[in-house]
């Protein structure tokens, strides 16, 4: 079994900043893919943000510049650093992960997601 949990969401004045954290547990061999999405009401989740485990990154062009994704392979944790906010980036964000999953020799990768957890930037 693996778990992941986030946190690091909250309410904040546009122009601020907060830093979203989800780390891993459980059952881990390693983790290929780390994704930030983000899901308003009434709309399509959205990829924000993904680091391979070569550390690339990719970034939708709506936060290129202000937000930055990053990786801790030591501690199974994927971050994103959100400075210079905007309104429009009101939503709840969800961390998605690809994990490889060991069983005695077998290697198995399986997708998890975060809970979500909740950033309101107000004007």
Excluded: H
């Excluded at 780390?23 to 009401?41: E, H, K, L, T």
């Amino acid at each position: 079994q693996v778990q992941l949990v986030e946190s690091g969401g909250g309410l904040v004045q546009a122009g601020g900043s907060l830093r979203l954290s989800c780390v891993a547990s459980g059952n881990i061999f390693s983790i290929n893919d780390m994704d930030w999405y983000r899901q308003v009401p009434g709309k399509q989740r959205e990829l924000v943000a993904t680091i391979s485990s070569g550390s690339i990154t990719k970034y939708v062009d709506s936060v290129k510049g202000r937000f930055t994704i990053s990786r801790d392979n030591a501690k199974n944790t994927v971050y994103l650093q959100m400075n210079s906010l905007k309104l429009e980036d009101t939503a709840v964000y969800y961390c998605r992960l690809d994990v490889v999953v060991p069983s005695g020799t077998i290697r198995s990768q399986f997708q998890y997601w975060g809970q979500g957890t909740q950033v309101t930037v107000s004007s």
